[in-house]
């Protein structure tokens, strides 16, 4: 893949986005006026409570809903904006879905193979060829004709994540990806995560809840308010990549830590206050 | 899952199963006195003497033992005619059922694709799926030219309905996020339907046609004894293996009627079993662990 030292592509500007939901009248602001650049190849984790309207955003960015206002921009190319609501949906943006959305019914060679046999970028056996040397490289060797059913939770976000990469996105949007897994699973994965991004250096949006996650991955921690959503505090995590678990004790990490965690408790008990149901 | 394979175990214990109710049947059908003690009679007299009027009790000895079943039907097995029952009411099965496939799935999926489709077929197919298939019986042998038809068309009836509900209803549960995800990665609108909603839909259809093959024996049986199964044209085994066993209650043959019922229940486990052997082989990510 694109193992550049200095990424070019996948930037993204999120320009003064807001949505407003409007079920029968009773109009919801989800989104509040909205900005945040993310640099190419960068990860940019986004914290808030449940409920927040995090995943608004990544939807709006994926092309899966209308956006009221505003402008997002990939590489400088309109997304979306006021004109045109709604984003074209397309493999330079892969979303790796909360509950995951491995296709059930193929396995997991099948569905790492789907996107460029889709796309016709690729014949379906050179497509399995390389969705078998990225699965190699992954750490999935022996589960590639298994169904996604048969394997661990943990191995079907990785299987996931590589799916999201065969298509060679500029972006990938992950949204909450770790949260139904348990801790000692999720350091790995997150290890697992990292040593995929520095092989292929693509830019990550990150949705989390994990302020401890979300520091340790992210080049970038935005905080957002709770409904409607936008950043409230922006930290950049001045920890060098390539990163491993030994972070997590250092110092620098818990100060960043306390820096933030005001934040983004408060935004917590605001959620909590305000009734929001997990979502 | 594991249950679907074959264990020493488990056909242990249906053979247990079995052949306790085999010698149960026989037991209560040789005597009135259950396992040596008469509790037929008290129970008549108790219930006399509470006032009921009609002191009379079922009792498992009215039925034929299974040794005079199994003598019944070892009469009949060389007999063409019980085959011929056999095959009528098979053939019927399968050309109801495959209609109702061959037409439902389709239908099923256009009514859960398209929403104008929806609006238009739904309502009329919903007024006319309460009716029960064997209320088409009349009608049915009215319009339909030959009396073949009309029970290969209510048999479709019986099938048709619960395959298209478990179709739409299949196809409209399949989650968001597969077609959004399939768009992102470049799916046409084709590639959609035929890797996601169709393999999505698969399960039900074959939860649908379990269901629907079910209904379609009570609806041959029904409508064999009804219309007489074209037996008239047919000679004594056009009428089918419902035809069979009315046949046999009118000429007196109780043995005959048990031979019968338990060929249907044959014959619909041969049929569950096939379909149950199809559903595996067409949905394989569901046989896991």
């Known amino acids: ?279 | 899952m594991s249950s679907n394979k074959f264990s020493a175990k488990s056909a242990a214990r249906g053979a247990v199963s079995i052949i306790l109710f085999l010698l149960l049947w026989e037991l209560g059908s040789r005597s009135r006195h259950w396992i040596g003690a008469d509790i037929f009679t008290p129970l008549r007299e108790t219930l006399g003497a509470l006032g009921f009027k009609k002191t009379y009790l079922p009792w498992v000895g009215a039925i034929p033992a299974p040794s005079e079943v199994a003598a019944a039907w070892a009469g009949v097995i060389t007999d063409a005619g019980y085959w011929q029952s056999w095959y009528k009411s098979m053939f019927r099965v399968l050309a109801g059922f495959t209609a109702a496939m061959l037409i439902g799935i389709p239908f099923g999926l256009l009514l859960a694709v398209n929403r104008t489709a929806f609006g238009i077929g739904f309502p009329v197919f919903e007024v006319l799926r309460p009716i029960p298939p064997l209320a088409w019986v009349p009608a049915s042998i009215i319009f339909w030219p030959t009396q073949e038809m009309s029970i290969a068309f209510v048999t479709f009836l019986g099938a048709f309905y619960t395959i298209v509900i478990n179709v739409v209803g299949g196809a409209k549960s399949i989650d968001q996020r597969y077609f959004q995800a399939a768009q992102s990665m470049g799916s046409s609108k084709w590639d959609i339907f035929r890797r996601i909603i169709l393999p999505g839909t698969l399960p039900s259809i074959m939860v649908g046609s379990a269901v629907g093959m079910g209904i379609t024996w009570e609806v041959v049986v029904a409508a064999e004894m009804i219309s007489g199964g074209g037996s008239q044209a047919g000679g004594t085994g056009g009428g089918g293996l419902g035809f069979f066993i009315w046949n046999s209650y009118v000429g007196g043959s109780y043995q005959q009627i048990v031979v019968g019922m338990i060929s249907i229940g044959v014959a619909g486990f041969i049929s569950s079993e096939l379909l149950r052997a199809l559903g595996q082989y067409v949905t394989p990510w569901l046989r896991l662990r």
């Not at chain 1, 590639?144 to 299987?159: A, K, L």
């Not at chain 1, 820096?259 to 959620?271: F, G, P």
């Open chain 1, 1 to 279: 893949m694109n193992a550049q030292q200095t990424p070019t592509r996948g930037a993204i500007r999120i320009d003064d986005v807001v949505k407003i939901y409007d079920p029968e009248g009773a109009a919801v602001m989800a989104v509040d006026h909205c900005t945040l650049d993310i640099e190419a190849g960068e990860i940019c984790m986004i914290v808030g409570p449940s409920g927040c309207g995090k995943t608004t955003l990544l939807n709006a960015i994926a092309g899966f809903h209308e956006i009221s206002s505003g402008r997002i921009t990939l590489d400088g190319d309109v997304l979306c904006s006021t004109d045109k609501p709604k984003a074209e949906p397309g493999s330079d943006r892969i979303v790796v879905f909360q509950n995951g959305a491995l296709f059930p019914w193929k396995t997991n060679l099948e569905n790492i193979a789907f996107g460029p046999i889709m796309q016709k970028k690729l014949s379906k056996a050179e497509a399995k060829e390389k969705a078998l040397s990225m699965m190699a490289d992954a750490g999935l060797s022996g589960v590639e004709h298994n169904y996604p059913g048969e394997v661990s939770s943990g191995m079907r976000r990785r299987v996931e994540i590589v799916r999201a990469l065969m298509n060679d996105p500029k972006v990938l949007l992950l949204d909450e990806p770790y949260r139904a897994l348990d801790s000692l699973t999720k350091s790995v994965m997150h290890e697992a995560l990292l040593e995929i991004y520095y092989k292929n250096k693509v830019t990550i949006f990150f949705i989390t809840h994990d302020l401890e996650e979300a520091i340790f991955l992210g080049h970038k921690v935005a905080v957002m308010t709770t409904r409607p959503c936008k950043p409230k505090k922006i930290l950049n995590v001045d920890i060098p990549h390539p990163r491993d678990y030994s972070v997590l004790t250092s110092k620098r990490f818990r100060e960043l830590m306390e820096e933030t965690n005001e934040a983004v408790h408060e935004e917590a008990l605001k959620a909590f206050q305000a009734g929001e149901r997990e979502g």
